[in-house]
């Protein structure tokens, strides 16, 4: 089985900043892409960005500019740097992977989530 734990969310100030994490740990043979999600209360789960292991990037207009998402393909780990937040960027932040679990078997997994709160 394969877990997405993620960490760094919290309360903080409009125009701060936050460094989401997120590591794969587990039965893996690759991972390809890997995802940052968030959803907002009353609203549907949107993708912030994607990131693949050779380094190809897309982000959500919305974050375009402000947000920065890496990895580690060593470590099967993600991050997010998140600056410049805005009360409107508050949300539950998922991290998301279809992994391969065997050469011939992907499976998607999600992250527990972290909450990020951006205050006016």
């Known amino acids: 089985q394969v877990q997405l734990a993620e960490s760094g969310g919290g309360l903080v100030q409009a125009g701060g900043s936050l460094r989401l994490s997120c590591v794969a740990t587990?039965?893996?043979?690759?991972?390809?892409?890997m995802n940052w999600y968030r959803q907002a209360p009353g609203k549907q789960r949107e993708l912030v960005a994607a990131i693949t292991s050779g380094g190809s990037i897309n982000y959500a207009n919305s974050v375009k500019g402000r947000f920065t998402i890496s990895r580690d393909n060593a470590k099967n780990a993600v991050y997010l740097k998140m600056n410049s937040l805005k009360p409107e960027d508050t949300a539950v932040y998922y991290c998301?992977?279809?992994?391969?679990?065997?050469?011939?078997?992907?499976?998607?997994?999600w992250g527990q989530g972290t909450q990020v709160t951006v205050s006016s």
């Open positions: 998301d992977a279809p992994v391969q679990v065997a050469p011939q078997n992907l499976q998607n997994f």
């Open positions: 587990g039965r893996i043979f690759n991972i390809n892409v």
